[in-house]
């Protein structure tokens, strides 16, 4: 998995003061779990950019300037209004101790549902939380669409890998082929054009059938 690298900056206060200034300065204040002891630094807001808006999944290296240490991003806030980060939590990465992650899911391929049967292709989960270690976690699941016909559906249970575990059930949908609006559309239309023929009144088809005698005595 690709890690980006943020230049971070231990705080030496961490009080509501302090943090208010950082935020001022386009700083996020940030906290560390999951060593020793829980750290509490800042960086800088724009250093953000490629971790969070993104669908890309990335592990992080914080640049202490004396050491770096591999992390990932386990939370963060928003400012309600104007999107602003307020706040991130980090939890550092061990070689050997499994993590939790949420992986973007890609598709490959075109189903034949939706290329030949005018079925639309409808997206379940764009992500799936895995549990690997550091070194196993893939950068995205690849889902292949290409047998997928009118009606199929696509589960994670088919999704094989020895490297993760998917922390979903087997028969969680990736995605699906659903007979689109306007075939269901065409169809109910269709369909009631059939029983109304079908529903015709006797009445009116006397009325017809004397019409049609009459023509033929005429002719």
Do not use: W
Not at 78 to 102: G, Q, R, W
């Amino acid at each position: 998995m690709k890690s980006i690298e943020i230049k971070s900056t231990i705080r030496e206060n961490t009080g509501k003061t302090s943090t208010i200034s950082l935020r001022k300065e386009d700083n996020v204040p940030c906290v560390l779990y999951g060593g020793k002891e829980v750290l509490h630094f800042f960086a800088t807001e724009i250093s953000f950019k490629n971790l969070v808006y993104t669908a890309a999944a990335h592990t992080v290296v914080l640049d202490f300037g004396d050491k770096k240490v591999n992390a990932i991003l386990q939370d963060i806030q928003f400012h309600p209004v104007s999107d602003k980060i307020l706040h991130a939590d980090f939890y550092e990465l061990h070689d050997d101790k499994p993590i939790t992650m949420e992986i973007p899911v890609i598709l490959s391929g075109t189903a034949p549902g939706v290329l030949n049967s005018g079925g639309v292709l409808r997206r379940n989960k764009r992500k799936l939380k895995v549990k690997a270690i550091p070194a196993k976690l893939p950068d995205s699941i690849d889902v292949d669409i290409s047998s997928l016909e009118l009606g199929d559906k696509y589960y994670t249970s088919q999704v094989e890998s020895e490297d993760f575990e998917i922390l979903h059930s087997d028969n969680t949908v990736i995605c699906q082929v659903r007979t689109s609006r306007a075939s269901m559309a065409s169809a109910e239309v269709a369909k009631d054009a059939e029983v109304s023929e079908d529903t015709e009144s006797p009445e009116a088809k006397e009325s017809q059938d004397s019409v049609t005698e009459s023509s033929n005595d005429e002719s």
